[in-house]
T-cell receptor, first 116, second 112 residues
Framework: DTGVSQDPRHKITKRGQNVTFRCDPISEHNRLYWYRQTLGQGPEFLTY????????KSRLLSDRFSAERPKGSFSTLEIQRTEQGDSAMYLC??????????????FGNGTRLTVT | ELKVEQNPLFLSMQEGKNYTIYCNYS?????LYWYRQDPGKSLESLFV?????AVKQEGRLMASLDTKARLSTLHITAAVHDLSATYFCAVDMKTSYGKLTFGQGTILTVHP
């Protein structure tokens, strides 16, 4: 169990540019989540996948955001035409399929995005 | 809309003292989670509470859940400096496992 891995750790971009982040979940977990955390706040849910299917998207996820999980393995989160308000920590998490076992979400170290 | 509120938001403690962090949530929930976050780091799972009356303990931390009151507590016993961190509670619903709604977090600082 190598944990949830995210890349890059930090990204600085200029307003209007596109950025893409990658998340590699724990290998036996078939659920993958994206959250966003701004300074001094708790994380906010963005979207999640079960295997390759994207099952839910938050209304926070504008049409400039898109996430994919091809083949149900790693996932990418792309932000097009970045805005300064997109500056945040983007966290990826993974879990087994069901919560009945009481499994928590396992979070990665996050990608900190700064839009200048 | 599910809402989660923690108090206090800031907690300054002396080493050796006891204190409790409270987490209230607005609607019936099936699972309650406690996470710890160190500055600049990700979230570390502490506890998952699944049923009314559940109590879990790990070291100096003990978490409990009262689903009727929609309240969870995180009790700190004989605090030590290493417990300084931000603590979050979060809840999700049976129909949306993993779609967590987090509280604002409690910033805990333990002084010598």
């Amino acid at each position: 169990d190598t944990g949830v891995s995210q890349d890059p750790r930090h990204k600085i971009t200029k307003r209007g540019q596109n950025v893409t982040f990658r998340c590699d979940p724990i290998s036996e977990h078939n659920r993958l989540y994206w959250y966003r955390q701004t300074l001094g706040q708790g994380p906010e849910f963005l979207t999640y996948f079960q295997n390759e299917a994207q099952l839910e998207k938050s209304r926070l996820l504008s049409d400039r955001f898109s996430a994919e999980r091809p083949k149900g393995s790693f996932s990418t989160l792309e932000i097009q035409r970045t805005e300064q308000g997109d500056s945040a920590m983007y966290l990826c998490a993974s879990s087994p399929q069901t919560g009945r076992s009481g499994s928590p979400l396992h979070f990665g170290n996050g990608t900190r995005l700064t839009v200048t | 809309e599910l809402k989660v509120e923690q108090n206090p938001l800031f907690l300054s403690m002396q080493e050796g003292k006891n204190y409790t962090i409270y987490c209230n949530y607005s609607t019936t929930s099936d699972r309650l989670y406690w996470y710890r976050q160190d500055p600049g780091k990700s979230l570390e799972s502490l506890f998952v509470l699944l049923s009314n009356g559940a109590v879990k303990q790990e070291g100096r931390l003990m978490a409990s859940l009262d689903t009727k009151a929609r309240l969870s507590t995180l009790h700190i016993t004989a605090a030590v400096h290493d417990l300084s961190a931000t603590y979050f509670c979060a809840v999700d619903m049976k129909t949306s496992y993993g779609k967590l709604t987090f509280g604002q977090g409690t910033i805990l600082t333990v002084h010598p």
